[in-house]
């Protein structure tokens, strides 16, 4: 069965400072991959999503991530984080195959930015 | 706007005593599914349903039960709630099958559930 691993629960970084929140996913098999971002007291926004084509994703707020197949993974990048990223993200994967396409989520990473 | 909106938005109630929380979506959303989210664990699905009479288990059914009588509304019953049931729950409902230009899932605000 497919799983999502985040291996960092909170990442704290200054204003200003790049940022990677990483992810790996536990099978090689045909996936979509997606970040999703949760602000305070609000449910799930989509961030960004990798279906097909190229392994560089851009999504919304600056964030990108890189789908690199040979290691399951699917790290986010931000170059310069504001304030306002604080947040938990969250990590998911969709396996090809699934007739549900049903979304696997990781635990979250909550982004702390400070002044 | 395009939303799914679930009600109440927070929820205090005592073991055994039954409940409803729910979920609604103008978009035409053939999928809705219901989360819960708890500290460490992420969200894991409890139920899902991809069309009107159409639903499933997730990966924590246990203790749930869902309807879908009608496209727009997939409501969240607890029969006889127990305090492992406290979590935060959410909606959400996309277009079934996703299309690679519209797969993006839409969540609700969320549900504070306390069970004492």
């Known amino acids: 069965a497919q799983s999502v691993t985040q291996l960092d629960s909170q990442v704290p970084v200054f204003e200003e400072a790049p940022v990677e929140l990483r992810c790996n996913y536990s099978s090689s098999v045909s996936v979509y991959l997606f970040w999703y971002v949760q602000y305070p007291n609000q449910g799930l926004q989509l961030l960004l999503k990798?279906?097909?084509?190229?392994?560089l994703v851009k999504g919304i707020n600056g964030f990108e991530a890189e789908f690199n197949k040979s290691q399951t993974s699917f790290h986010l990048r931000k170059p310069s984080v504001h304030i306002s990223d604080t947040a938990e993200y969250f990590c998911?994967?969709?396996?090809?195959?699934?007739?549900?396409?049903?979304?696997?989520f990781g635990s979250g990473t909550r982004l702390l930015v400070r002044p | 706007e395009a939303q799914v909106t679930q009600n109440p938005r927070y929820l205090i109630t005592v073991t055994g005593k039954k409940l409803t929380v729910t979920c609604s979506q103008n978009m035409n959303h053939e999928y809705m599914s219901w989360y819960r989210q708890d500290p460490g664990l992420g969200l894991r699905q409890i139920y899902y349903s991809m069309n009107v009479e159409v639903t499933d288990k997730g990966d924590v059914p246990e203790g749930y039960k869902v309807s879908r009588k009608e496209k727009r509304n997939f409501p969240l019953i607890l029969e006889s709630p127990s305090p492992n049931q406290t979590s935060l729950y959410f909606c959400?409902?996309?277009?079934?099958?996703?299309?690679?230009?519209?797969?993006?899932?839409?969540f609700g605000s969320g549900t504070q559930l306390s069970v004492l």
């Open positions: 990798y279906l097909s084509g190229s392994t």
């Open positions: 998911a994967v969709s396996d090809r195959t699934d007739s549900s396409y049903k979304l696997i």
């Open positions: 959400a409902s996309r277009l079934f099958p996703p299309s690679t230009t519209n797969e993006k899932l839409f």
